[in-house]
């Protein structure tokens, strides 16, 4: 059963009542985050109780040590941590001597905490009555700022009910941290400082072996009911925590606020010997301007955000709140002011997979940010794999590849592979693909070709001599076959011939050399540069291309579909159906051996395939493909609902397509896999989006303009998004009569709707 405890709203993410059993999960889904850095909605005040802490800082990492039964050649050494940071939000309370904490208190009431979507902040209130007999109201808000993207702000107010009391508030910084997920309990942080002045304290700190350095800090002030006091603390500290005592006199019924600013300075963007000068600063900055003109502007910052973002759903609030809350941690997670970062499979709510960056960015996180940015974002992410093209070389050769040949990382942060499962490290290659088609998927979207001579060809001939090599001769086929490999369905691994896998092959090797062509007749001084630099020469190209034509691909006469993969049909085929319920989640419930050996599928694999190169097949093979694969699908995979509300959409299976885009777009918020507690499934967000933009809105490129197959579930009035093509900022709205299309710019567009040619002036209403 999944969990149904948040309230439908639209605009908000809303728990009432207070349960220590889904505390934990409600960290996750009530973490916020600004592109710099994010936490889990963690409580201010002591909490004794089962808990997940965790703060996290962009592109601050830590290479623990792999941990595997016996090594490999070619293993990763380490596996990259995506590192629990210095905690800067904690607030200690004690009343009357006595602390507040939820877990210890006589009675907790009126519990209540709001995720406010359409504004940027976390709030949380309650009563609670503590073992004194002290009776207390509390209300708590927080945000980190957009604009001021080093800090964040608390406002943590307290409200004697039934006496007078004195309030001690001791905000502090924390720098002995742990991580949940670390392998050997190495110790990841060195504090080398730690300061306190007046309202103000920092912490030092500084990575092993990474050597990020990090200044972590925080200013306070206090109120009783709105008049600031000039209350000085005392300072408490010990080699890693820093303190600052704070002791007030509170009559019954007065407020007593903390205002706290917090958060870090990191040498990624400052000199070293500068981020204690410049978190100063900063915090002075912040302070000055005060905790309700800084929420102002954040307010105005999610208000531009969602102007270009919101995809609003009529007569639906589960299936509203579910878009907006993946649109809200999408631009929470990332925001593309520096290409130095990505997208992280979990971003800031948790540690799970490590490293920041998995092909997830590439197959479907990149459409996202085209659509609600503009191409200079969705470059960036191109850039940043260009970047890491060496890296990539010397990942492939750790494996034996020669010549250039370039393997990208299943998971990577600074593009080294950091992934220690020898069947994803070594086999899951399909990755590979998914960076030349981020690059086919930019360069058709936004029509900027110029990417190509200037950096992807170089990418897309790397990848292509990786697949070359990695193909083999099969005398028995007279084919060229790819073997040992898993594909994006990770509950079959060591197979051969995943279709998928071969097909991308096939495909990213003609497109290579397609583009070859184009940048030798067009870009000739690009094009000697390439050929310089990779020494690639007709014959190569030749046999490259002899891979590609005569690539092996699995195939049932029966059931006139193929087959994910050789040997699929001996598999004892029993659909999801006919599985006992009690057996769900599989992957919680049977062992790895019984996994394999079943027909589940973790997530799409060859629909995978068929939504990426939808105009190799026809309607009729998706049908086909869909009928005979999806019954055999568990959807353990966040990646998977996506892809498949989008297919049933095209095959006008709205119910089907509306029950997958509410999988999807409530996965975290319905907890599908039992095991949002450890974070949020980022990425697979952005799949949300293109369920309703690709699927529902059937948004297309064709004939190198926009196209559209608009359907609408039976349960929506009406729906709403925007996508910004080619600088062209186009509405559509889709509603049970019809659809309409609003443009805003200078210049006429022709889009297709229904296969039907359709000019729209700017500002100007069209409906279809």
Same mark, same amino acid.
């Given at each position: 059963?999944?969990?149904?405890?948040?309230k439908?709203?639209?605009?908000?993410i809303?728990?009432?009542?207070?349960?220590?059993e889904?505390?934990?999960?409600?960290?996750?889904l009530?973490?916020?985050?600004n592109g710099a850095?994010g936490?889990r909605?963690n409580?201010e005040e002591t909490?004794?109780?089962?808990t997940?802490?965790?703060?996290?800082i962009?592109?601050?990492?830590y290479?623990?040590k792999?941990r595997?039964?016996?090594?490999?050649?070619?293993y990763p050494?380490?596996?990259?941590k995506?590192?629990n940071a210095?905690?800067w939000?904690?607030i200690?309370v004690?009343?009357?001597g006595?602390?507040?904490?939820?877990?210890?208190?006589?009675?907790?009431?009126d519990f209540?905490?709001?995720?406010?979507?359409k504004?940027?902040?976390?709030?949380?209130s309650?009563k609670?009555v503590?073992?004194?007999?002290?009776?207390?109201?509390?209300?708590s808000?927080?945000?980190l700022?957009l604009?001021?993207d080093?800090?964040?702000a608390?406002?943590? /107010?307290v409200?004697? @009910?039934?006496?007078?009391v004195t309030?001690?508030y001791t905000?502090? $910084? %924390?720098?002995g !941290?742990?991580?949940e997920?670390?392998n050997?309990?190495?110790?990841?942080w060195?504090t080398y400082?730690?300061?306190?002045?007046?309202?103000?304290?920092y912490?030092?700190?500084?990575t092993m072996?990474t050597?990020?350095?990090v200044?972590?800090?925080?200013?306070?002030k206090l109120f009783i009911?709105g008049? /600031?006091l000039?209350? @000085?603390?005392?300072?408490v500290?010990?080699?890693t925590?820093?303190? $600052? %005592?704070?002791k !007030?006199?509170?009559?019954k019924?007065s407020?007593?606020?903390?205002?706290k600013?917090?958060?870090y300075?990191?040498c990624?963007?400052?000199k070293?010997?500068t981020?204690?000068s410049m978190n100063?600063t900063?915090?002075?900055?912040?302070s000055?301007s005060?905790?309700?003109a800084?929420?102002?502007l954040?307010?105005?910052?999610w208000s531009k955000?969602w102007e270009?973002?919101?995809?609003s759903?009529?007569?639906d609030?589960k299936?509203?709140?579910?878009?907006r809350f993946n649109?809200f941690?999408?631009?929470q997670t990332?925001?593309?002011k520096d290409?130095?970062?990505n997208?992280?499979?979990?971003g800031?709510t948790?540690?799970?997979?490590g490293g920041s960056?998995?092909?997830d960015?590439?197959a479907?996180?990149?459409?996202?940010?085209?659509?609600?940015?503009?191409q200079?974002?969705a470059r960036?992410?191109?850039?940043?794999?260009?970047?890491?093209l060496?890296k990539?070389?010397e990942?492939a050769?750790?494996?034996?590849?020669?010549n250039?040949a370039a393997?990208?990382?299943m998971?990577?942060m600074n593009?080294e592979?950091?992934?220690?499962e020898?069947?994803?490290t070594?086999?899951?290659?399909?990755?590979n693909g998914?960076?030349t088609?981020?690059?086919?998927?930019y360069?058709?979207?936004t029509?900027d070709?110029?990417?190509?001579?200037?950096?992807g060809?170089e990418v897309m001939?790397a990848?292509a001599?990786f697949w070359?090599?990695?193909?083999?001769?099969?005398?028995a086929?007279?084919k060229?076959?790819?073997?040992g490999?898993?594909?994006?369905?990770?509950?079959?691994n060591n197979?051969n011939?995943?279709?998928y896998t071969n097909y991308?092959?096939?495909w990213c090797?003609?497109f290579c050399i397609e583009?070859?062509?184009k940048?030798k007749?067009?870009?000739?001084?690009d094009?000697?540069r390439?050929?310089h630099?990779?020494?690639?020469?007709?014959?190569e190209i030749d046999?490259?291309l002899?891979?590609a034509?005569e690539?092996?691909?699995?195939?049932?006469?029966?059931?006139?579909v193929f087959?994910?993969?050789?040997g699929?049909?001996?598999k004892?085929l029993?659909?999801?159906?006919?599985l006992d319920a009690?057996?769900?989640?599989i992957?919680q419930k049977w062992?790895?051996?019984r996994?394999?050996?079943?027909?589940?599928i973790?997530?799409?694999?060859?629909l995978?395939g068929?939504?990426?190169f939808?105009?190799?097949?026809?309607?009729e093979?998706l049908?086909r493909?869909f009928?005979?694969?999806?019954?055999f699908?568990?959807?353990e995979?966040s990646?998977?609902?996506?892809?498949?509300s989008i297919?049933?959409?095209?095959?006008?299976r709205?119910d089907?397509a509306?029950?997958?885009?509410?999988?999807?777009?409530?996965?975290?918020l319905?907890?599908?896999n039992?095991?949002?507690e450890?974070?949020?499934?980022?990425?697979?967000?952005?799949?949300t989006w293109?369920s309703?933009?690709e699927g529902f809105?059937g948004?297309?490129?064709?004939?190198?303009?926009?196209s559209f197959t608009p359907?609408i579930?039976?349960?929506w009035?009406?729906y709403?998004f925007?996508?910004?093509?080619r600088?062209?900022?186009l509405?559509?709205?889709?509603?049970?009569k019809?659809?309409?299309?609003?443009l805003?710019?200078?210049?006429?567009?022709?889009i297709?709707?229904d296969?039907?040619d359709?000019?729209?002036s700017?500002n100007?209403l069209i409906t279809?």
């Open positions: 059963m999944n969990q149904d405890y948040i439908p709203d639209n605009w908000s809303i728990e009432e009542g207070f349960d220590v889904r505390v934990k999960s409600s960290e996750s009530f973490s916020i985050g850095m936490q909605a409580f909490y004794s109780g089962p997940f802490q965790g703060s996290y962009a592109g601050v990492y290479p623990d792999t595997v039964g016996w090594w490999k050649n070619g050494e380490y596996f990259a995506v590192l210095p905690n939000i904690g200690n004690e009343i009357d006595e602390k507040l904490d939820l877990y210890r208190c006589k009675s907790v009431s209540r905490r709001e995720l406010n979507m504004e940027g902040w976390y709030e949380r309650f609670a503590l073992q004194n007999g002290v009776e207390v109201a509390v209300i808000k927080r945000f700022s604009d001021l080093e800090i964040g608390i406002k943590y /107010q409200t004697p @009910l039934n006496r007078n309030i001690k905000p502090y $910084l %924390d720098a !941290i742990t991580n997920d670390t050997w309990d190495d110790k990841f060195d400082e730690v300061s306190h002045k007046g309202n103000t304290a912490i030092l700190s500084k072996k050597d990020f350095q200044c972590t800090g925080m200013y306070a009911d008049e /600031q000039d209350t @000085l603390p005392k300072a500290s010990t080699a925590y820093a303190g $600052l %005592d704070y !007030i006199e509170v009559s019924g407020v007593a606020a903390i205002h600013f917090g958060g300075t990191v990624l963007n400052h070293k010997d981020i204690a100063t900063i915090l002075k900055q912040a000055e005060g905790f309700e800084l929420l102002a954040q307010k105005q910052a955000i270009m973002a919101d995809i759903i009529d007569g609030v299936a509203q709140q579910g878009i649109i941690q999408l631009n990332y925001l593309g290409a130095r970062l997208i992280g499979p979990k800031f948790g540690e799970k997979y960056t998995y092909w960015t590439e479907y996180c990149i459409p996202f940010y085209m659509a609600t940015k503009n200079k974002v960036s992410l191109l850039v940043y794999r260009y970047n890491h060496e990539a070389i990942n050769k750790k494996l034996g590849f020669t250039g393997l990208y990382p998971v990577t593009g592979e950091c992934h220690n020898w069947e994803i070594f086999e899951e290659i399909h990755r998914a960076m088609f981020a690059i086919y998927n360069i058709r979207y029509g070709y110029s990417y190509i001579p200037e950096m060809l001939i990848i001599r070359h090599q990695r193909a083999t001769f099969s005398t086929k007279d060229y076959v790819i073997l490999v898993t594909g994006p369905n990770e509950y079959e197979i011939n995943n279709w991308l092959a096939k090797i003609t583009n070859i062509e940048v007749r067009e870009y000739t001084t094009y000697d390439i050929i630099e990779t020494s690639l020469g007709q014959e046999a490259m002899e891979v034509e690539m092996y691909f699995p195939y049932s006469e029966k059931y006139q087959l994910q993969q050789d699929f049909l001996d004892e029993i659909s999801v159906a006919d009690s057996q769900r989640p992957n062992s790895w051996d996994i394999l050996r079943s027909p589940y973790k997530q799409a694999d060859i995978q068929f939504y990426m939808e105009d190799h097949f026809t309607k093979e049908e493909h009928d005979f694969y999806e019954p699908t568990v959807h995979s990646l998977s609902p996506c892809v498949h297919q049933a959409a095209v095959l006008d709205m089907q509306y029950a997958f885009y509410l999988r999807t777009s409530r996965l975290d319905d907890d599908y039992k095991e949002v450890e974070g949020l499934h980022i990425t697979s967000m952005a799949g293109m309703i933009v809105g948004l297309r490129i064709k004939n190198d303009t926009l359907k579930p039976k349960e009035k009406g709403t925007n996508v910004n093509f600088g062209n900022i509405n559509v709205n889709v509603s049970q019809g659809t309409s299309f609003n805003e710019g200078e210049r006429e567009l022709l297709y709707v296969d039907k359709v000019t729209i700017p100007s279809v």
